[in-house]
């Protein structure tokens, strides 16, 4: 399975970008999917995920302005960004957890995502 994300994009801060991760297979060999990040010079941070029921995570830093979810029919995992800040900034990347899997084992390329002040 290849997940491929898109939808980054340079927007002004409190702007909104909708970033897009499609899956070549179905997601339901995934028990959870994600969404993390990484910006220059630091670790890759978890930003949301999602599971197979649709349960839902977030970083303290984006609860109440990102909203992750999944279209199963599409086979594809949405990230809405609202209210985006310049610490938003970074390349972001989606993933997924297979059933069994203890750590995310299935990652997209990564989209850049840069909020400008």
């Known amino acids: 399975v290849q997940l491929q994300a898109s939808g980054g994009g340079l927007v002004q801060a409190g702007g909104s970008l909708r970033l897009s991760c499609a899956a070549s297979?179905?997601?339901?060999?995934?028990?959870?999917m994600g969404w993390y990040r990484q910006a220059p010079g630091k670790q890759r941070e978890l930003v949301a995920t999602?599971?197979?029921?649709?349960?839902?995570n977030y970083a303290d830093s984006v609860k109440g302005r990102f909203t992750i979810s999944r279209d199963n029919a599409k086979n594809t995992v949405y990230l809405q960004m609202n209210s985006l800040k310049p610490e938003d900034t970074a390349v972001y990347y989606c993933?997924?957890?297979?059933?069994?899997?203890?750590?995310?084992?299935?990652w997209g390329q990564g989209t850049q995502v840069t909020v400008s002040s």
């Open positions: 993933g997924g957890r297979r059933i069994f899997a203890s750590t995310y084992d299935y």
């Open positions: 297979a179905s997601i339901f060999i995934f028990n959870a």
């Open positions: 999602i599971t197979s029921g649709g349960s839902t």
